[in-house]
């Protein structure tokens, strides 16, 4: 018999969005007549650009033609995309290689992945609440994970405690699911202490294009001395609604280089690119060409058109709750409502009173850590009417 690896056992029953979705179709198949509106999982509705479709026809049609035809691709990414997102990070005034980038199938597969350039004993400093993949990627290798607290106190944005020892930082700005965004300063301690303690934050920065303050960098190596501490990870599945079309990409500057045990140096740029190459066969080329697209000016355009909408939703979501006197975090530089559920609730009862009184879907706190029991998370990603008409329906059961 072989032996499995007994770690699953300590993961949860269920992935939270799971849970969240069996739940909701008990309610479904003994409530068919009560439509539901769905603010809960982060997933976009508006269609993808023109010019981006476009380019996403292009590439199916070259692949018709035995001059343009792509087989394999390079496992790190095609050079057009890879110059891409280096000069959209140069638009912002922030110096990326295009050789430190990675293109990949979205920041979720990533952040799981980049666990297995680390060993098993290394100090996993994690903020509480925090995005679920961080915790059971961890867990899922056997590693163990320490919490650092976020709270309404901090504003959901904790800072290190130079009395203790981290080794791998993982910090979400903008924060899924708070919705909070740390500011220059605020980053620039988390670099200093990861340079102090020779550590390695993963940065996830999949909602920069969310930021609307030019203040909020909407990349750590806008600060100094990042590119010799940290991984950046970014993802188009917001900022261009690719979703379903599956497409990512991950900074690891060549600076990134530590000694082993015996003494050698190891290069976590180089380490990654081994285990692209090994385990990564990389994006479709189609998708690729989309992506390249995205960065462009039009692209760029296109984008901001849906980002203004989902922002639109998100104003309306907090303009409502402030009206109800419901203290929340997020809505401004990040698609997510991070409220205080009523009436002492906690987060699965505050789930199952919106979902029995007025058929609304969220996400409940709970699910990011015990630190978010307490609180509720709503997306800005459905369709303006829908957001309507579910803040009516907030109205109608809470108002006082």
């Not at 909070?180 to 340079?195: F, I, P």
Request: proline share 4%.
């Amino acid at each position: 018999m072989p032996k499995l690896n007994e770690n699953y056992l300590k993961l949860k029953d269920s992935y939270l969005f799971a849970e969240i979705a069996h739940r909701t179709a008990i309610y479904t198949k003994e409530h068919p007549d009560k439509p539901l509106i769905r603010l809960g999982i982060g997933d976009v509705t508006r269609p993808l650009g023109s010019s981006i479709l476009k380019a996403l026809h292009e590439g199916v049609e070259e692949m018709a033609d035995t001059a343009t035809f792509k087989g394999y691709g390079p496992e790190q990414g095609y050079t057009e995309t890879r110059d891409a997102v280096a000069a959209y990070y140069k638009s912002k005034g922030v110096d990326v290689d295009s050789d430190d980038i990675f293109i990949s199938d979205g920041a979720k597969s990533d952040t799981g992945n980049v666990t297995e350039l680390f060993a098993h004993n290394n100090v996993i400093l994690i903020p509480d609440p925090v995005y679920p993949v961080y915790v059971d990627s961890n867990i899922m290798c056997g590693n163990q994970v320490t919490y650092i607290k976020g709270d309404a106190e901090n504003e959901f944005l904790p800072m290190p405690d130079e009395r203790q020892h981290a080794d791998i930082i993982y910090i979400c700005s903008p924060n899924n699911p708070t919705g909070a965004c740390y500011n220059k300063e605020q980053l620039k301690v988390w670099v200093d202490y990861a340079l102090k303690n020779e550590a390695v934050i993963l940065f996830d920065a999949a909602y920069e294009a969310f930021i609307s303050d030019p203040e909020l960098p909407g990349s750590i190596y806008a600060v100094e001395g990042a590119r010799r501490c940290a991984i950046e990870f970014c993802s188009l599945s917001k900022t261009a609604g690719f979703t379903g079309t599956r497409c990512g990409y991950t900074v690891v500057p060549k600076e990134l280089v530590f000694t082993a045990s015996d003494g050698q140096s190891m290069s976590l740029h180089a380490m990654w690119n081994r285990r692209q190459s090994t385990k990564y066969n990389g994006t479709s080329y189609i998708v690729q060409h989309a992506a390249a697209q995205v960065f462009s000016s039009e692209g760029i355009r296109e984008c901001r058109e849906n980002l203004e909408y989902y922002k639109a939703n998100a104003r309306l979501m907090a303009d409502t709750l402030s009206e109800l006197g419901i203290r929340f975090f997020g809505g401004v530089h990040s698609p997510y409502i991070w409220f205080e559920c009523p009436d002492g609730m906690d987060s699965w009862e505050c789930f199952d009173y919106l979902l029995e009184e007025i058929q609304v879907v969220g996400t409940p706190g709970a699910g990011f850590g015990e630190n978010g029991k307490n609180y509720f998370r709503l997306t800005s990603f459905g369709t303006y009417e829908n957001t309507q008409e579910a803040m009516k329906r907030f109205k109608r059961l809470l108002g006082k």
